[in-house]
């Protein structure tokens, strides 16, 4: 039973051993699992070297990357430009001595800079009324030298060099990404970060994506689609994908859109705040940064009437009023991508969800057994549903309802897994994630 696999304490939900894997570390996101997560299910499944395996929310590309180590045929559908990119550049094969030339080719136009466009933009940079501001003048303008100078490296050496271009400019922002927005940093005034910090921090990468690519080659095949996966999925093979991998987003309200904005504007992938609108609609409606279509569907299982009654009870106490709905409009997505998942997988497929439990006003919503009784309304067998790690409610999941004791609550996280095929004698019973968290 995959169970107490999973109590053995590993952190199969956290970016943690990324930060030091090869590729991985070119771009490790906070939202990212384990490669770990996906040699469990792969040992788990009955999938064979060369089968197609998928996530449709791939993220900065954890599972393509790892398939790709192991020699398995991957598709990696990400909505967000930034992360596509970041997740098709770690899959570059590209020859290490390429890359040191492209990198050697493009230094001299990072220590002179150019005027970038985004200096007027927002908090790009600092403005005469500005208090607060993403990058200082000379990190924007080494960044966007080596930009436009690597207009003229062909090959995949192209992408890597971008990558780390990014990556020099994030070392070097006023701002971290910190899961649902970006903070600033400690004293940031003080230590100003300038050109000779970048060319450090773009030196340091280039040195260790050279490292892994002479490491590290890829074996498998990859391909990444940057896309909306309710619209992607129906576009494959029927009966093509022998194991899915995947962990969407979460039904806490994050916009990814906003987390890495500043990379996707770096990347040139958007201009405005209108094309930035453009990536939030093409997004699953786990937040209310934009105005997404009303729901229809609202025929989900027991468990999301009794979360719907509940939520009905507490109508003024959100601090969005839109939260109902936009919980109904998760679930939508996610009926959706579970059924378009089903029409592509083999006979024995399986999905592995990994996701979150929420609460809003005081009220728990069960995500991953509402998306296992969903699973089995579009045709998928329950197999188990494992509790992760434990989670503490953020201050926003218990905001109080006026006059109301609100305990925060514990949320877990839980891998939601679900089969084609019907459970044979003897295999795992589904299991209540509640249960096994006492
Ligand atoms: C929890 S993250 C996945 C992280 C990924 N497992 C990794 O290892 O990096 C969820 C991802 O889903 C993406 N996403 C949201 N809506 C999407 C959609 N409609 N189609 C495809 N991707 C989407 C987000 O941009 C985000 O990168």
């Known amino acids: 039973m995959l169970i107490e696999q999973f109590a053995s304490g590993?952190?199969?939900?956290?970016?943690d051993s990324l930060y030091s894997l090869p590729r991985h570390r070119w771009y490790v996101i906070k939202e990212a699992f384990s490669p770990e997560l996906f040699n469990l299910a792969i040992s788990t499944s009955s999938t064979a070297k060369g089968d197609l395996v998928i996530d449709p929310f791939c993220g900065s590309g954890t599972l393509p990357l790892t398939s790709s180590f192991l020699g398995y045929r991957s598709i990696g559908v990400e909505v967000n430009p930034f992360l596509a990119f970041v997740a098709r550049t770690k899959l570059s094969v590209c020859n290490p001595q390429s890359l040191e030339r492209a990198a050697l080719s493009i230094l001299p136009s990072i220590r002179c800079g150019t005027?970038?466009?985004?200096?007027?933009l927002s908090t790009f940079c600092r403005r005469r009324e500005s208090d607060k501001w993403l990058f200082n003048r000379s990190v924007l303008r080494s960044f966007e030298g080596g930009w436009q100078a690597s207009e003229s490296v062909s090959g995949p050496a192209k992408n890597i060099v971008r990558l780390m271009?990014?990556?020099?400019?994030?070392?070097?922002?006023?701002?971290?990404?910190?899961?649902?927005?970006?903070r600033y940093r400690k004293e940031w005034k003080d230590n100003p970060y300038g050109r000779q910090d970048f060319l450090d921090s773009f030196d340091s990468w280039v040195v260790k994506a050279r490292d892994?690519?002479?490491d590290l080659p890829i074996h498998g095949s990859a391909s990444i689609i940057n896309g909306?996966?309710?619209?992607?999925?129906?576009?494959?093979k029927p009966k093509c994908v022998s194991l899915c991998v995947t962990s969407p987003p979460y039904l806490n309200s994050f916009d990814y859109s906003d987390v890495y904005r500043p990379e996707t504007f770096l990347i040139k992938a958007v201009h405005s705040n209108k094309d930035l609108r453009k990536v939030r609609l093409a997004s699953v409606r786990s937040h209310v940064q934009v105005k997404w279509p009303k729901p229809k569907l609202n025929r989900f299982g027991s468990l999301y009437n009794q979360t719907r009654k509940q939520l009905a009870t507490k109508e003024g106490g959100f601090w969005d009023p839109r939260i109902p709905q936009m919980v109904q409009a998760y679930f939508e997505d996610m009926h959706g991508v579970l059924k378009d998942l089903l029409a592509v997988s083999s006979k024995k497929s399986r999905v592995w969800l990994i996701v979150s439990t929420s609460a809003y006003a005081g009220v728990e919503i069960p995500v991953d057994m509402i998306l296992a009784q969903i699973g089995e309304r579009v045709g998928?067998?329950?197999?188990?549903?494992?509790?992760?790690r434990d989670l503490r409610a953020s201050g926003q999941h218990a905001i109080?309802?006026?006059?109301e004791d609100v305990q925060p609550f514990h949320l877990r996280e839980s891998a939601v897994i679900l089969s084609a095929e019907p459970l044979r004698k003897g295999s795992t019973k589904p299991r209540d994630a509640r249960s096994s968290n006492q």
């Open 228 to 236: 909306d996966a309710r619209k992607v999925l129906s576009s494959l």
């Open 212 to 214: 892994d690519l002479k």
């Open 380 to 388: 998928w067998f329950l197999q188990e549903i494992a509790t992760l």
């Open 115 to 120: 005027p970038s466009p985004l200096e007027g």
């Open 165 to 182: 271009l990014v990556r020099a400019a994030m070392e070097n922002c006023n701002a971290v990404a910190d899961g649902k927005c970006l």
């Open 400 to 403: 109080r309802v006026p006059g």
């Open 10 to 15: 590993d952190s199969y939900s956290t970016p």
